[in-house]
Nanobody, 121 residues
């Protein structure tokens, strides 16, 4: 199983970015897909997760109302639409695949390599 995250970059505060995660090597439709992030000097934290069907989603309070997670099982991709970005959103963002809509990183089996999002003030 391989997960490839992309879409990171430099954006000004208030701007938007769309992250994508492409999954290869297995059927993604049976997995929940999550996004986590890790800022410099901080622990990895939960951002969002979407169930295999797409009907259930959860968001961290810090991103609720600004980020939207979605998935396309036919294309084996998961996206994270980020808007109203803040400097505190600066981090490396990771996508992950797991058996449930978990909020804890250790419950995920597969991880992508991460993509850097930098939000300037």
């Amino acid at each position: 199983v391989q997960l490839q995250a992309s879409g990171g970059g430099l954006v000004q505060a208030g701007g938007s970015l769309r992250l994508s995660c492409a999954v290869s090597g297995r059927t993604v439709s049976s997995s929940s897909m999550g996004w986590f992030r890790q800022a410099p000097g901080k622990e990895r934290e939960f951002v969002s997760v979407i169930s295999w069907s797409g009907r259930t989603t959860y968001y961290a309070d810090s991103v609720k109302g600004r980020f939207t997670i979605s998935r396309d099982n036919a294309k084996k991709t998961v996206s994270l639409e980020m808007s109203s970005l803040k400097p505190e959103d600066t981090a490396v963002y990771y996508c992950a695949a797991g058996p449930s809509t978990a909020l804890r990183s250790w419950e995920y089996d597969y991880w992508g390599q991460g993509t850097l999002v930098t939000v300037s003030s």
